[in-house]
């Protein structure tokens, strides 16, 4: 108890949190309301209760109907805001922010409505809370490559504003190889590289998203741990993984937290750490998510959540490395 405080108290990184999955029920209940959008939910108390998933195509395909909801510069604005206000409550000095393009784009919400919104709640998070954020651009590995090169394209005016590439969503049938042209251009671009792999997919996708796309951080990674010696080779590159607790479980990917192995791969050396994911669909923010793997995972000392915050925050792109992130 007195460690899980100290820990929900210490300083800390967030690199894996979806924008649009930081979208809490109520919040969507208020932009319908002042957009004019139906949802198929009679309230926000009935789009919670539908929040039961059985794997990550079940929850993504909510996440997706949830997206509708934004439509204006100021939703997207109220959107991060609230999200930055959040992180802050729970120590966050430092966040990469994913934002999914095309889940916009396809509804003909362009980057000149959804990047001025966002980049404004960064720049009061910095002003007003003192927390460094920027963002990662992520495309949607269910789309083709030729799409997510046109999405990157459509980036460029606002490239300056953009630290990264990610790619998320459906994993199964959908491996990093199919990303190897968009992950060159982005390099060439100068963008740093990242990419969700092992969430569903196997150890190989992880090998893969190193080796075909360059990435130097891979989100989730938790499917590592099947190939001993990727875990060998992880912990000697010192490859950062962005785990998920709260997200793996209610995606299934393990049984209950107890049965997360994270503390397996912290002990074999492996770069981990805390993040939220999708927190307003997967039951909290990122001290929820320290709060309970420390609770079933008795046997993680004090030395081990020191390993976790610090590993946060050296594995954050912050352009003047980790110790800014202080500042
Ligand atoms: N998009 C939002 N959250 C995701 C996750 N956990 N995996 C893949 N795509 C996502
Ligand atoms: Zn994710």
Same mark, same amino acid.
């Given at each position: 108890?007195?460690?899980?405080?100290?820990?929900?108290?210490? =300083?800390?990184?967030?690199?894996?949190?979806?924008?649009?999955?930081?979208?809490?029920?109520? %919040?969507?209940?208020?932009?319908?309301?002042?957009?004019?959008?139906? %949802?198929?939910?009679?309230?926000?108390?009935?789009?919670?209760?539908?929040?039961?998933? +059985?794997?990550?195509?079940?929850?993504?395909?909510?996440?997706?109907?949830?997206?509708?909801?934004?439509?204006?510069?100021?939703?997207?604005?109220?959107?991060?805001? #609230?999200?930055?206000?959040?992180?802050?409550?729970?120590?966050?000095?430092?966040?990469?922010?994913?934002?999914?393009?095309?889940?916009?784009?396809?509804?003909?919400?362009? &980057?000149?409505?959804?990047?001025?919104?966002?980049?404004?709640?960064?720049?009061?998070?910095?002003?007003? %809370?003192?927390?460094?954020?920027?963002?990662?651009?992520?495309?949607?590995?269910?789309?083709?490559? +030729?799409?997510?090169?046109?999405?990157?394209?459509?980036?460029?005016?606002?490239?300056?504003?953009?630290?990264?590439?990610?790619?998320?969503?459906?994993?199964?049938?959908?491996?990093?190889?199919?990303?190897?042209?968009?992950?060159?251009?982005?390099?060439?671009?100068?963008?740093?590289?990242? #990419?969700?792999?092992?969430?569903?997919?196997?150890?190989?996708?992880?090998? +893969?998203?190193? +080796?075909?796309?360059?990435?130097?951080?891979?989100?989730?990674?938790?499917?590592?741990?099947?190939?001993?010696?990727?875990?060998?080779?992880?912990?000697?590159?010192?490859? #950062?993984?962005?785990?998920?607790?709260? /997200?793996?479980?209610?995606?299934?990917? &393990?049984?209950?937290?107890?049965?997360?192995?994270?503390?397996?791969?912290?002990?074999?050396?492996?770069?981990?750490?805390?993040?939220?994911?999708?927190?307003?669909?997967?039951?909290?923010?990122?001290?929820?998510?320290?709060?309970?793997?420390?609770?079933?995972? =008795?046997?993680?000392?004090?030395?081990?959540?020191?390993?976790? %915050?610090?590993? /946060?925050?050296?594995?954050?792109?912050?352009?003047?490395?980790?110790?800014?992130?202080?500042?």
């Amino acid at each position: 108890e007195a460690l899980i405080a100290a820990v929900c108290a210490a =300083p800390k990184a967030e690199l894996h949190v979806h924008i649009e999955g930081t979208l809490e029920p109520e %919040l969507a209940f208020a932009l319908a309301r002042r957009n004019g959008v139906a %949802l198929r939910w009679p309230s926000s108390e009935a789009l919670r209760a539908a929040y039961a998933f +059985d794997s990550l195509q079940s929850f993504l395909d909510l996440y997706y109907a949830g997206c509708d909801v934004l439509r204006t510069e100021q939703d997207f604005f109220d959107l991060a805001w #609230a999200y930055f206000q959040r992180a802050a409550a729970d120590h966050v000095v430092r966040a990469e922010v994913f934002f999914d393009p095309q889940s916009h784009t396809a509804r003909g919400i362009g &980057f000149d409505v959804f990047m001025p919104g966002l980049l404004r709640a960064a720049r009061r998070a910095q002003d007003e %809370l003192g927390m460094r954020a920027d963002y990662i651009l992520c495309v949607l590995r269910h789309l083709s490559e +030729d799409d997510g090169l046109a999405t990157l394209e459509a980036a460029s005016p606002w490239r300056e504003h953009i630290i990264g590439l990610g790619l998320d969503s459906s994993e199964r049938g959908n491996p990093p190889q199919k990303f190897a042209r968009l992950y060159a251009q982005a390099r060439a671009q100068g963008l740093r590289l990242v #990419a969700h792999a092992g969430e569903e997919g196997p150890a190989a996708s992880v090998r +893969d998203a190193l +080796d075909l796309l360059g990435a130097e951080r891979i989100d989730h990674g938790v499917h590592a741990a099947d190939d001993p010696a990727l875990v060998r080779r992880l912990a000697a590159e010192g490859v #950062a993984l962005t785990v998920c607790p709260l /997200s793996n479980v209610k995606l299934r990917v &393990f049984p209950d937290m107890a049965a997360h192995n994270l503390p397996a791969l912290l002990h074999a050396g492996v770069k981990v750490m805390v993040n939220s994911d999708d927190p307003a669909y997967f039951g909290g923010y990122v001290n929820a998510n320290y709060r309970a793997l420390l609770a079933a995972h =008795p046997a993680l000392d004090s030395a081990d959540a020191y390993r976790l %915050l610090r590993n /946060s925050l050296e594995a954050s792109f912050a352009p003047a490395g980790p110790v800014a992130a202080w500042a």
